[in-house]
């Protein structure tokens, strides 16, 4: 009989957030939060989109398998197949984060899985809060856009967004309750609404500057902020909304990924180093107290000296207030990781890592 369960989460927010959800279902099937060393089951909730999380999974099992042999082993998130075939025999049971609600099935066999409503998805599981101070609001997950490097297209599937009078709902009862920070994820927020169904041709006309507004509306004190959105699809009425409510944060995290006309393209990003900094620009111009963080990667396939210095002359421009650096590692199944060599070397990876790092990072 299970008793007690440990999460380990690996990925970003809607992860976390995923892991919210997670603790919901064990704990409606009756379990408790336990520690590595003694819980009956121990459930990994990974993201494939680096090598990173997927070498610590490997690690954890082994000292897992040293400090707690006996407890049962799960595997969610999101996952490539690839990963999944090396981990499968490791773990106990493996299932899609989509299938949330069938995976209390397998946790407690006395409960009814009818008991939770399969026509709902599952983003509309209710979480347990674990973080205090800021409450996660998955508003939409997958993505279309297929960036040559990234494999959230082919772990989470197609775009899709959540009804909006649920987020609205969920946004009122959590400011009501004292959250004072909301922050809204989705792999390309600005895409929020953009299915083709019927029942959301409403919601495609409203969009993501739309469901802000009606977010705003809401009484009480709070701030919303987001990610991430794609700067292809950051538009001017969504630069005007962020600059004249003060319900919505002047944080803004803005993906670049590089630097370079040449790289931006091969990465599949669909805009231009000009465009990039002429809505850096045009938020600056619009956004008081404005602070931008972003994403980039260095060492991608074929990005030579020159290439990379473009991205630094880029990123001065920008006047980024944080960066999150990666080192580009490839992922199987990926377009990149078919069509391009790997071929900038780890130490030439590292020293680009530090030359940003120094120039955003440790100067602010
Ligand atoms: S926009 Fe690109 S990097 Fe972001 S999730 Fe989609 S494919 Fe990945």
Redesign the pocket.
Known sequence: MLKTYFIFTLGCQMNVSDSERIEAVLEKCGLNPGDEKSADLIIVNACSVRQKPIDRIWGKLRVWQKINPQAKRILTGCVLSNDLKKLTTKFDFCFKIEDLKDFSWWVKKSLDPTNLDKKKNYLELKPKRLDKKIAYIPIMTG?N???SY?V??YTRGKEWSRDLRAIVEEVRCLVKKGHKEIMLLG??VCSYSCQQTAASRQLKANGFVGLLNQLVKIPGDFKISFMSP?PKDFSDELIDLIAEEPKISKQIHLPLQSGDDKVLQKMNRHYTTKEFLKLVDKMRNAIFDLEISTDIIVGFSGESKKEFQNTVNLAKKCRFNKAYVSVYSPRSGTMADKKFRDDVSMAEKKRRWLVLDQLINRQN
């Open positions: 993505c856009n297929f960036c990234c959230v297209p792999q390309n794609h």
